[in-house]
């Protein structure tokens, strides 16, 4: 297993599950789903700024990019735009010093979705 993959495991399957397919419903469902957010700039950002990305303990941020580009691409599969662009330590800096800061979370990543997904070639 790469060093990706170790990191995904240890900061985020317990939530997220080993393959991106979390155990308790109230987790999104990584796996074939995460790509949708790519398809708009806004839900890129989104992916990097919720809680769990953001405030991860990976403080790394190559690390954290790497982790990120596991969940677009390993993850993503098929949801994930054709000619998406991996993430890069630079912008994952940028992105997560900016954490979502919305109380209503579940509303907010419910109206970023349906924009990024008006926006997927297909
Ligand atoms: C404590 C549990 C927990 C951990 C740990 C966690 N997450 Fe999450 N994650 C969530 C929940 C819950 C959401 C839904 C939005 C929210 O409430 O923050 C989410 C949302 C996301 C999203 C947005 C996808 C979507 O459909 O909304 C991504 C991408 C993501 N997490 C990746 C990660 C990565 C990568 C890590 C490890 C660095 C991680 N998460 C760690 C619980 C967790």
């Not at 403080?59 to 599969?77: H, S, T, W, Y």
């Not at 630079?90 to 997904?117: F, G, I, M, N, Y």
């Amino acid at each position: 297993m790469d060093h990706a993959t170790t990191n995904y495991l240890t900061h985020c399957g317990g939530c997220h599950g080993i393959e991106g397919a979390s155990p308790r419903t109230f987790v999104p469902l990584l796996r074939d789903h995460v790509g949708t957010f790519d398809c708009s700039a806004e839900g890129r950002a989104y992916l990097v700024r919720v809680p769990g990305v953001s405030m991860s303990l990976i403080r790394d941020d190559q690390e954290l990019a790497d982790v990120m580009n596991f969940v677009l691409f390993r993850l993503g599969r098929s949801s994930t735009p054709a000619g998406a662009k991996p993430f890069t330590a630079e912008e994952v800096h940028t992105l997560r010093a900016q954490p979502l800061t919305t109380t209503d979370l579940l509303k907010l990543r419910a109206e970023v979705l349906s924009r990024a997904a008006a926006q997927c070639p297909r």
